[in-house]
Structure formats: C-alpha cells, structure tokens
C-alpha cells in the first residue's frame, strides 16, 4: 500500500516533466522539418515552373512544325493536281 502512495507523486510530477522535456525536443525538431517541407516545396515549385516552360516551347515548335506541314501539304497537293492535269492534256 506504501508503494501505492508514492506512485501518485511521482507520476504527478513526472507527466509535467516529460511534458517540459517533450517540447523541448519535439518542437524545435517540427520547426527543422517545417523549414524541410518549405524549402522542398520551393524546389517542385521551381521544377514544374520549368516543365511548363520546356512544355510550352516544345508546343511552339511543334504548332511551327504543323504549319509547315500544313503549308507545304496544301501547295504539294495543288501541284500534283496540276501536273496531273497536264498530263491528261
């Protein structure tokens, strides 16, 4: 039973303690990681801001390619329609 009553001061004093030792350690390490997360996130952040920019320039180059394409696919075409029709002349 006396072994009883000292438990309770003991945890009674030992919950605050741990408390105090906790938030001295824990916080300071969730600011760290905090700080981590942010700074990673600023890299993704700049890595797809260059995605999109090499994905806008490949689109520009490809819509340049289609024009092409396009163009000269139209003129090939009207050409052979001529000579087609000058050898049926």
């Given at each position: 039973m006396e072994s009883m009553s000292l438990i309770i001061?003991?945890?009674?004093?030992?919950?605050?303690?741990?408390?105090?030792?906790?938030?001295?350690i824990v916080r300071p390490w969730l600011r760290h990681r905090e700080k981590q997360m942010e700074i990673e996130a600023r890299m993704v952040a700049e890595k797809a801001a260059q995605y999109a920019a090499h994905t806008d320039r490949l689109e520009q180059r490809v819509q340049?390619?289609?024009?092409?394409?396009?163009?000269?696919?139209?003129?090939?075409?009207?050409?052979i329609e001529r000579l087609r029709d000058e050898s049926l002349n």
């Open positions: 001061p003991i945890l009674a004093l030992s919950i605050p303690l741990a408390a105090v030792v906790g938030s001295l340049v390619l289609e024009r092409i394409v396009t163009d000269k696919g139209i003129a090939l075409s009207d050409e």
